[in-house]
């Protein structure tokens, strides 16, 4: 295609979700869904929804069908990403969380003929820290997106500026893992200014993707023989505010409410 007017009119809808306070006066305070299991709120679970939604229209290239209709141009709507992320502090060592949902739904959407079976589970971890007092180590494992590279690889979405996220960092995106996610067993923790994780990966089998095993070329593709794990790591230093440490992923952008300049 040409030409690409990604109206990404993100009805970016990726606000967190919130829930009313009483009405007083009139007024009609909101805060976050978080069901505080201390009176303090040290100890909670918590809910957040996003909802990402894409305008698109282009120019097509001569000879574009659609349905088998020929089509100069074509303007669709679709579901970037839709999420539900439920977690929690259920103790002063021990944190999980979950997220659910999809990506990429549009009218063209569909599996085997099926346009229901879409959504999944993007990940599912639990996490101890080791100490009560400080983010120094924390050892986990499930279905996470952690892993080595860069940041943009394990990217917190609803924090990203631009019209989306460079996938390109994400390198083996539904080819040995499940849109990012792997099983996984780590270790993450900052040590004042450093920020760090550490990984073994359980990759899925290539030929699990979906998609027909390409055939042997010139080019690089995923072996079909065998298994391995996988080592990884990222290692970052915070030269002014330390981000927060409460999920794996990273932020897109604070909004000026950190000063952040790193080196991964």
Known sequence: MRFIVSL?????????????????????????????????????????????VWLRWN????????????????????????????????SERVFFYMQYGLNNFNYLSQQAGNRKLHAFFHDAL???KVSRTSDKLKIG????????????????????MTADVPVFLQT??????????????????????????????????????????????????FSTYGHSHQFGGLFIWNFFDSEPHTTPYMAGTYLGDKKILNIE
């Open 8 to 52: 990404c009119l993100l009805m970016c809808l990726s606000s967190h979700a919130f829930s009313q306070e009483n009405v007083v006066a009139g007024y009609h305070p909101l805060r976050e869904i978080k069901l505080n299991l201390t009176d303090d709120g040290s100890r909670y679970v918590k809910v957040t929804f996003m909802n990402q």
């Open 59 to 90: 120019e097509s290239n001569q000879g574009t069908l659609v349905n088998g209709q020929p089509a100069d141009n074509t303007f669709d709507i679709g579901l970037r990403r839709t999420r539900i992320q439920f977690y929690g502090q259920l």
């Open 126 to 128: 639990g996490e101890f």
């Open 141 to 160: 494992a499930g279905l996470s997106i952690i892993s080595g590279l860069s940041r943009f690889t394990q990217p917190g979405v609803s924090s990203i």
């Open 172 to 221: 083996t995106v539904d080819q040995t893992d499940q849109f990012a996610r792997k099983l996984s067993v780590y270790a993450r923790g900052q040590l004042g200014k450093l920020d760090y994780r550490l990984v073994l990966s359980d990759p899925f089998p290539v030929q699990t993707n979906g998609q027909p095993a390409p055939a042997i070329s010139e080019n690089a593709s």
